[in-house]
């Protein structure tokens, strides 16, 4: 018989801390409560992103040695605020603390899927700060300035 594997590793999340996640809001009874967990998440989230108001991605993980060890870990992180961002329903706590990280794992990401990973929270986050009833300024023709 061969040793099972962690959960972690076969439900589909991409961490342990995702994967923790998962089981909390499984175990929900509620939306309320849900958004309770997302909640908590976001807050603990942003203290990890924000530690000692450093503003570099290395500062983050003090802890690790190899600048590509602190990419998979920013990479983690952004996985389940991007999680969190598709399934929160009446959270008020915004996400704009995750744009600069998620910008810079969009733009300097090791690999494709971290790139991905940075652009896909950057544009959830992005998308939802617009206000559709707005409407895009738009120049009419002749109305443009002129170089003179």
């Given at each position: 018989m061969s040793p099972s594997l962690p959960p972690y590793l076969t439900s589909?999340?991409?961490s342990r801390s995702h994967h923790s996640l998962l089981v909390k809001l499984h175990e929900a009874k509620s939306d309320q409560e849900e958004d309770e967990i997302l909640e908590k998440e976001i807050v603990r989230q942003k203290e990890l992103m924000s530690?000692?108001?450093q503003?570099?991605?290395c500062s983050l993980y003090p802890f690790l040695i190899h600048q590509t060890e602190v990419q998979a870990r920013l990479s983690e992180s952004l996985i389940v605020?991007?999680?969190v961002a598709m399934l929160r329903h009446g959270t008020t706590t915004d996400l704009d603390f995750a744009l600069v990280h998620a910008l810079h794992l969009a733009d300097s990401g090791r690999t494709i899927q971290e790139k991905r990973i940075g652009q896909s929270l950057f544009h959830q986050i992005h998308d939802k700060n617009i206000d559709p009833d707005v409407d895009r300024i738009s120049i009419?023709?002749?109305a443009a300035p002129t170089g003179t």
């Open positions: 589909g999340a991409s530690a000692k108001g503003s570099t991605v605020l991007l999680h009419p023709p002749g």
